[in-house]
């Protein structure tokens, strides 16, 4: 099972004239990170002496109510919000996963995916664990608790060394928030200032929705604990590699928020304005798909001098379409999802631009809204390059064979989707949009487009699929 989804973590100093509520900050926090799961969503709250936790299938504002966030007093909090890939989700697997031992109790939120999650689980059972879930979440708490009796730091830096993948982790015991982040930085994690206290998140807006102030991202391969004595940081030892997710850029994140120190909606105009550079046509008005689409239009609006307008109209009210279990559902809800302006296309040559092709569903669906609603002509333009292969780190790109591009040419796929051309940005302008942002040179994983991962993947042979 793989799983993208949103963290965050709260800590208040705690004080003795107050009852603690740090959980209304993390339903705030997981709130604004609501478009990175809407399956399942928890709560863990820890005030000193014991961890409670309130967990629910649905999305936040469905899982929690005012009774349940009185209830969930104390001075740390830890919270996640799923998106569970596989279609099939089951209570056992909403997050965070709690457990009590002897020696304490752990609450821990994951986002990621772990690559050697069988053979972790394996050696785990032959010595006596037993699990409840199918989730490689699971896995990491119970080698957490395992060398507990070594102390927090050491069993933290002892499974973190263990597992291969990718994680971004927000773990809370009785009266200290952790966090960490993969050798690769593959996931996202940052750090904010709370009046009274820290907190850390999947994403900056998490920290802008509580009110708090940015800090800084957490480093590849970083741990940071926080307690009463402030925010300690260190790394555990292996040689990192920035790695993070380009992904992360194209589609999952929002835009409002700074990932690696590259904001967001800033990565997409300039993806935007590439794409016009690389794949011009003569059109009459741009517009984007919204949400992910709409910044790399705008981009691509001022770059050709082509006027952007709204052009499609979204349903707020419906969930992201992958949520759609069979094929045939989910081409069904593309025209619930979305409609067209008719003002704004009808007799025009339109282009219409979107962060990615994944199945092909989206935009062949497009296609005909805009040609119902009277466009003349229709040119599709994508903001990141083919998706061919399929992510191993938390993404949900499908297995290869239901990836459009990845065994179809650009001429079959526009003529699949009916367009009257079709065309990607490359991958060198991707990496360029990127570093005219930020002329440090990162590295990013991007396995979805090219097939090379930072990780290999066990019973893959140089990260491809047999
Ligand atoms: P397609 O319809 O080609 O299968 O998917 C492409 C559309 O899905 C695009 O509009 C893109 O914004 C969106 N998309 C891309 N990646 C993901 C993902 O991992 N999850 C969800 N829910 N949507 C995605
Ligand atoms: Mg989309």
């Keep these: 099972m793989k799983e993208k989804c949103g963290v965050a973590g709260i800590y208040l100093r705690p004080s003795e004239h107050e009852v603690f ?8 926090a997981l709130y604004s990170l609501q478009h990175r799961g809407q399956e399942s969503a928890g709560i863990a709250v820890a005030d000193g002496v014991r961890i409670d936790a309130r967990k629910g299938m649905g ?26 890939t596989s279609g099939a989700a089951t209570a056992d697997h909403i997050q965070p996963f709690v457990i009590r031992s002897k020696l304490g109790g752990i609450a821990l939120a994951h986002n990621g995916n772990l690559v050697n999650y069988e053979q972790l689980k ?20 119970k080698l957490i608790a395992k060398s507990y009796k070594k102390g927090l730091e050491r069993a933290l830096t002892d499974t973190i060394q263990m597992i ?27 750090l904010g200032k709370l009046h009274n206290g820290w907190m850390l998140a999947s994403e900056s807006c998490a920290v802008d929705a509580v009110g708090g102030e940015f800090v800084r991202d957490i480093s590849p391969g970083e741990i940071v604990i926080i307690n009463d004595d402030g925010v300690l940081s260190f790394e555990f030892g292996e040689r990192t590699a920035k790695r993070t997710c380009i992904f992360e850029y194209v589609y999952f994140a929002r835009p409002d928020s700074v990932l690696d120190t590259i904001p967001v909606q800033e990565a997409r105009l300039r993806m935007g304005a590439v794409l016009a550079r690389e794949n011009p046509v003569d059109a009459d008005v741009v517009l984007g798909v919204p949400d992910s689409g709409l910044g790399a239009a705008m981009g691509y609006s001022a770059a050709s001098g082509i006027p952007y307008v709204m052009g499609i109209v979204k349903n707020k009210y419906i969930g992201r379409t992958f949520i759609a279990p069979t094929q045939d559902t989910r081409e069904k809800m593309v025209f619930v999802k979305h409609n067209a302006l008719k003002s704004d296309v009808a007799g025009k040559r339109v282009i219409i631009i979107d962060d990615s092709i994944v199945r092909g569903t989206t935009c062949k669906r497009l296609v005909q809204v805009l040609r119902n609603a009277g466009a003349r ?72 487009f090219t097939g090379e991962y930072p990780i290999p993947f066990p019973g893959e042979l140089n990260g491809r699929r047999l």
Aim: hydrophobic share 40%; aromatic share 10%; charged share 20%.
């Design 377 to 448: 002509e229709v040119h599709f333009r994508i903001s990141s390059p083919p998706v061919r292969f399929p992510c191993y780190f938390g993404i949900d790109t499908p297995c290869r064979a239901e990836l459009i591009s990845s065994a179809h040419t650009e001429a079959e796929v526009r003529d699949e989707i009916g367009a009257d051309s079709l065309a990607f940005i490359s991958i060198d302008g991707m990496f360029e949009a990127l570093r005219s942002i930020s002329p440090k040179t990162y590295g990013y994983c991007k396995g979805c």
């Design 122 to 141: 394996e050696f785990l059972e032959e010595t006596g664990s037993t699990f409840l879930s199918h989730s490689d979440t699971e896995v990491i708490v």
């Design 21 to 28: 509520q740090a959980a209304r900050l993390a339903y705030f």
């Design 59 to 84: 999305l936040v504002a469905e899982v929690f109510n005012e009774e349940d966030l009185r209830s969930l007093t104390g001075h740390i909090a830890c919270a996640h919000a799923l998106y569970s």
């Design 164 to 190: 291969k993948g990718s994680f971004a982790l927000v773990v809370m015991t009785e009266n200290a928030l952790i966090g960490a982040r993969d050798p690769n930085g593959i996931r996202p994690l940052c």
